[in-house]
T-cell receptor, first 116, second 114 residues
Framework: DQQVKQNSPSLSVQEGRISILNCDYT??????FLWYKKYPAEGPTFLIS?????DKNEDGRFTVFLNKSAKHLSLHIVPSQPGDSAVYFC???????????????FGTGTRLTIIP | DAGVIQSPRHEVTEMGQEVTLRCKPI?????LFWYRQTMMRGLELLIY????????DSGMPEDRFSAKMPNASFSTLKIQPSEPRDSAVYFC????????????FGPGTRLTVT
């Protein structure tokens, strides 16, 4: 059962335009969400995150929006640049213990291609 | 600072052989995670450790898979015997104890079992 879903396996966007990557989740216990970026032959790198107490978090060209009622989050990249071409993973975490380091559940990824 | 270090980067082995993947987490990080990435299932968590203690191994697919963390700076993931369906990229990640959710990934080990 896929608790975090990225329904678009790929997306192509013109350079300079906005890229919007979407993610849906089913587990209402998730309270922290992250986006990771992955280049070929490298490990995923952390990009941006959002807590469930917020509905928006911005970091430079990257903004993550969270709609808890719809169990949906999105990542906006504006303006898109060729170096943004990568696979983007959405991930979610739920507080399940007192250990403080919780496991992440990842989506299957969306391959973003920025067209020069 | 060095990131998460994994070795080997590539491993090709024959079915039935034992495979050992290695990971050195970022210094000062208390949690370590092993993931497997496949086209069909994306990134799956196999097992994670807090302070060298395995916390959740529910993602380990079969008894053929085992993981250890003998100290804070080293972990292994072993597959014995290996099968072709184990072919995937295996990632190790680490994070700090202080409630930090962000995990930092190593470059991965690409395993091919023929």
């Amino acid at each position: 059962d896929q608790q975090v879903k990225q329904n678009s396996p790929s997306l192509s966007v013109q350079e300079g335009r906005i890229s919007i990557l979407n993610c849906d989740y089913t587990n209402s216990m998730f309270d922290y969400f992250l986006w990771y970026k992955k280049y070929p032959a490298e490990g995923p790198t952390f990009l941006i995150s959002i807590s469930s107490i917020k509905d928006k978090n911005e970091d430079g060209r990257f903004t993550v929006f969270l709609n808890k009622s719809a169990k949906h989050l999105s990542l906006h990249i504006v303006p898109s640049q060729p170096g943004d071409s990568a696979v983007y993973f959405c991930a979610a975490s739920a507080l399940i213990s007192n250990f403080g380091n919780e496991k992440l559940t990842f989506g299957t990824g969306t391959r973003l291609t920025i067209i020069p | 600072d060095a990131g998460v270090i994994q070795s080997p980067r590539h491993e090709v082995t024959e079915m039935g052989q034992e495979v050992t993947l290695r990971c050195k987490p970022i210094s000062g990080h208390n949690s370590l995670f092993w993931y497997r990435q496949t086209m069909m299932r994306g990134l799956e968590l196999l097992i994670y450790f807090n302070n060298n203690v395995p916390i959740d191994d529910s993602g380990m697919p079969e008894d053929r898979f085992s993981a250890k963390m003998p100290n804070a700076s080293f972990s292994t993931l072993k597959i014995q015997p290996s099968e072709p369906r184990d072919s995937a990229v295996y990632f190790c990640a680490s994070s700090r104890w202080t409630g930090q959710v962000e995990q930092y990934f190593g470059p991965g080990t690409r395993l091919t079992v023929t």
